[in-house]
């Protein structure tokens, strides 16, 4: 049985950081099995959580996501053995970073999803999109310009 769908004032701009072999699977599992989640996240896919870097964070929120999840194998069942337990230790080290950038840590998730898990990945989604949507659009960027990006649009467009 599917939701039913609400409209809200403001739909949350969610970027999604996972894991190719465990997360990804999951969310493709729930994709392909029908399972209905809110449609406000984007994923980037990363070969293991552990590669996630704290660029990534802040350039995404510099580029209007409201919100970011990272999310990889349950710790120990890494493809890598350890990149999860790098991601856990980098998540502590994040969430100083973004405070230190005046973003609030409550627009950052981080979830541990296996390929079997669709319906787990479907209630994170579903929950940390009614999270942020609470939370409101994330505007403590909105008056940075990244110049080199602004350059790099303007010629994209001029080309």
Request: glycine share 8%.
């Amino acid at each position: 049985m599917s939701k039913k769908i609400e409209r809200h004032d403001f739909e949350p701009k969610i970027l999604g950081f996972v894991c190719k072999w465990c997360t990804y699977s999951g969310a493709d599992l729930a994709g392909t099995s029908r399972m209905d989640y809110s449609p406000n996240v984007r994923m980037v896919r990363l070969p293991c959580s552990g590669r996630i870097d704290p660029q990534f964070l802040i350039k995404a929120f510099e580029q209007g996501a409201d919100g970011v999840i990272v999310s990889g194998c349950h710790p120990g069942d890494c493809h890598y053995n350890e990149g999860n337990y790098y991601a856990r230790r980098r998540n502590l080290a994040f969430r100083e970073l973004l405070e230190f950038n005046g973003i609030d840590v409550e627009r950052l998730e981080f979830s541990w999803i296996s390929a079997a898990e669709a319906i787990k990945w479907t209630q994170v989604i579903d929950k940390f999109t009614d999270r942020v949507r609470d939370l409101g659009p994330h505007t403590a960027y909105d008056a940075l310009v990244d110049p080199y990006a602004d350059r790099l649009v303007k010629e994209g467009a001029s080309t």
